[in-house]
């Protein structure tokens, strides 16, 4: 099976998901997209309230970008030590059926081999090492394909957290923990590099590669 690799370099999270919404809406082929770090930058999901999720008057004494995704999830700050991974396929890519669920016990079983972290697991949605958080995602299936994107903290700045409330709707395993003793990072564990290079791995094992850079996908994609 082939599969396009985009891979980026502190891309603005905005205009990678400028990406994601311009390949869902004009190829039939399948993807991946790697992107290493961005600018802070507050990401919502499409229908969450922001006076549930942010600490507005902090946030606009630091002057952090907002913005809004147009898929689900929760709300994620990220900036240049968050390593974006998104999967865009076709639902005829794979045996399994595109739903939500499946889709994340795929990525759950990608990421296992990719990475040979024995702490790594999925927990309600969320990637874990132990019982910490090190990934969120969110996902947009279409009639024909499915989108699935996520982060992982290789780092975080505690002074970041500030930034969020504690959101109403928690996993089970957090416990109603603070986000400092909810989160962990894999810093400790792999470097970004090698991470990268891992997934890159993963996937050459699994499809035909076909390797882009920001000057080869197609001009009419391309953002200012």
């Known amino acids: ?36 770090g961005s600018t802070k930058t507050i990401v919502m999901g499409l229908s969450t309230k922001s006076e549930d999720v942010l600490n507005s008057k902090i946030i606009k ?8 995704r147009f898929s689900g999830g929760g709300t994620v700050i990220v900036d ?17 059926e595109s739903f939500p669920e499946q889709i994340l016990k795929w ?4 990421y296992k081999s990719a990475l040979k972290l024995p702490l790594f697991s999925l927990q309600d949605n969320d ?6 958080k090190i990934g969120g995602n969110a996902q947009y299936i279409k009639k024909n394909c499915w989108l699935h994107h996520s982060t992982f903290l290789h780092d975080f700045s505690d002074k970041n957290m500030e930034y969020l409330k504690l959101p109403k709707q928690q996993p089970n395993y957090r416990k109603n923990r603070p986000h400092a003793d909810f989160l962990t990072t894999l810093k400790g564990h792999i470097t970004k590099q090698s991470f990268i290079e891992l997934v890159k791995n993963e996937l050459s094992r699994r499809y035909l590669i076909k390797s882009l850079n920001e000057d080869q996908y ?7």
């Open 80 to 96: 240049g030590d968050t390593i974006f991974i998104t999967f865009i396929f076709q639902k005829t890519a794979h045996k399994f």
């Open 1 to 36: 099976m082939n599969l396009n690799l985009l891979e980026f370099n502190s891309l603005q999270i905005s205009k990678q998901l400028d990406i994601e919404q311009k390949i869902l809406s004009s190829t039939n082929e399948n993807w991946c997209i790697i992107n290493s």
């Open 127 to 132: 990637y874990t090492l132990g019982d910490k």
């Open 61 to 68: 004494k630091d002057n952090v970008n907002v913005i809004r």
């Open 218 to 224: 197609p001009g009419t994609w391309r953002l200012d």
């Open 107 to 110: 990525t759950e079983q990608f």
